[in-house]
């Protein structure tokens, strides 16, 4: 995968041809003393990292002419959503749960456990229930599809989770719907990181024009100093 640095798309079309945009940000650090799969559980809020994280990021979308701010159920999603909607005073704000987090009976379990089977609850579902990696990427589709019908010639923030994010990442970028796209050695979404996505103005064109990745909260230079191209058409 080709990896290059690109400017920001240019806004200078009639609204009718521009890109649509989609920024995918994965919520900030969250409170987890007990090191534990927090998944769809309640209360698992934003830790004060988090929220020095998520204004962070709030800085790299503040100038963006937004349209709609999207975000899961989940509270450290919320929150981070919101602190990104400050510098947004009237773009609406509306909780979808097609951005939520995996449904996993993993969930509650302490991460060690997570690693006997390579943090794949995809393929080692514990209930009839859980949610398959095929199923993560239908739903994301939707929501993808939906903001492309409502948006067109627009810019989205949708606030979500680390797996919806590399999904948003690999998928879009051609690689195949496998856990091995999802997993190192690829690099996994930072917290607060964006995956923008830039569609072109036909409804039929499922893939992107480009998926860029920028992670401002990374230590590391390579992903935290502006967008990296992750595809181009």
């Not at 990696?133 to 239908?138: H, R, S, V």
């Not at 051609?174 to 917290?191: Q, T």
Request: aromatic share 10%; proline share 9%.
């Amino acid at each position: 995968m080709k990896i290059f640095q690109e400017s920001k798309p240019t806004q200078g079309l009639p609204q009718a041809q521009r890109p649509t945009i989609l920024y995918i940000v994965r919520h900030a650090d969250v409170h987890n003393p007990q090191d534990v799969l927090y998944g769809r559980l309640p209360r698992y809020r934003l830790s004060e990292l988090g929220r020095r994280q998520a204004e962070v990021t709030a800085q790299v979308l503040a100038e963006e002419p937004l349209s709609a701010i999207y975000t899961s159920p989940q509270l450290r999603a919320r929150q981070t959503a919101a602190v990104i909607a400050k510098a947004h005073p009237d773009v609406p704000v509306r909780i979808t749960r097609l951005l939520m987090e995996v449904l996993t009976g993993w969930q509650g379990r302490p991460h060690s456990e997570l690693e006997e089977i390579n943090f794949n609850f995809y393929d080692n579902p514990v209930n009839p229930g859980d949610e398959r990696l095929e199923q993560l990427w239908a739903r994301l589709n939707r929501f993808v599809g939906r903001v492309r019908r409502r948006y067109p010639g627009g810019a989205v923030v949708g606030v979500t989770h680390g797996d919806i994010c590399f999904l948003a990442r690999s998928g879009f970028a051609g690689l195949p719907i496998e856990i091995a796209s999802i997993r190192r050695p690829h690099v996994y979404p930072d917290k607060g990181s964006i995956t923008r996505l830039t569609f072109g103005a036909d409804l039929k064109e499922t893939y992107p024009i480009s998926v860029e990745y920028y992670a401002p909260n990374d230590p590391d230079p390579e992903w935290s100093q502006g967008w990296v191209v992750m595809k181009k058409a």
